[in-house]
């Protein structure tokens, strides 16, 4: 997989899993989706397997697939005796438990039908998100939420179209402060810079950073670089991002 590449494959089920890579040294990242009534699923529930736990268990194969030394050693174990948990913290971030042991980090967002999951395959932070185009019609206060220059950006890569340009803006925000593990309780849409995308022939790929008192908030950020892959998705746009140690 190059740089900047774009894999997909598909299970058993015929569920497409998609492995994406970043300019940065981090992931890569593997994410899917399942229709959110669970249809296609109803023999997993009769084995008493929920929506997510399946996603995530999809996920795992193609981590624990890439021979790391992080994952391969921990991760290679008869499921029966060390099932899939996913728990959440105070603050709603999930954490994927396998057994008493803790896991790849792990990211959900739900939208246009569907239930999305993105996993990491290093021990990055991970967050994804969807968001459509008619959540931001009629008078959404975008002053409230997105910088002039952000916006005048995001309208040249959609053409002009405003609504697009700001479900862009908000699925990149949205999954980066999912990767810092806050979402917006402690860090204000307007904390969170989006810079002008990099190259790509698949998708967008920005560069994402804090603002000081974002950054007093959410210390973990601090030292950690944010980069953020925006794909379209018909009405709607998804975004996944990575949040790693900086390069020295």
């Known amino acids: 997989m190059g ?17 994406v890579s970043f300019y940065h040294r981090g992931g890569p990242a593997f994410y899917a989706s399942l229709p959110g009534d669970g249809e296609t699923l109803k023999g997993c529930r009769a084995n008493g397997a929920g929506d ?19 994952w391969q050693c921990r991760h290679s174990f008869d499921r029966a005796a060390f099932p899939i948990h996913v728990v959440r913290d105070p603050l709603g971030r999930p954490h994927l438990l396998l057994g008493e042991d803790r896991g790849p980090a ?12 993105a996993l990491c395959g290093d021990e990055s932070d991970i967050g994804i998100d969807v968001a459509a185009s008619d959540e931001f019609q009629g008078e959404y206060p975008l002053h409230r939420v997105f910088h002039d220059q952000e916006l005048h950006h995001a309208l040249r890569l959609t053409g002009g179209d405003l ?31 989006v810079y002008p995308s990099i190259g790509g022939d698949v998708g967008y790929t920005f560069p994402v950073c804090l603002s000081r008192k974002a950054l007093v908030r959410s210390p973990l950020g601090a030292g950690r670089s944010i980069w953020v892959r925006s794909f379209p998705q018909a009405k709607m746009w998804l975004s996944i991002a990575l949040l790693s140690w900086q390069s020295r």
Do not use: Y
């Open 3 to 19: 740089k900047m590449g774009v894999e997909v494959a598909k299970d058993c089920q015929g569920i497409t899993v998609h492995a």
């Open 52 to 70: 997510k736990n399946h996603l995530v268990s999809i996920l795992l194969d193609h981590v624990v697939a890439l021979e790391s030394p992080l």
């Open 106 to 117: 792990i990211s959900f967002s739900e939208g246009g039908g569907k239930v999305w999951a």
């Open 163 to 193: 609504e697009k340009a700001s479900a862009l803006l908000w699925s990149i925000k949205e999954a980066a402060v999912k990767a810092l593990g806050c979402a917006f309780h402690l860090v204000a849409p307007r904390q969170v810079h």
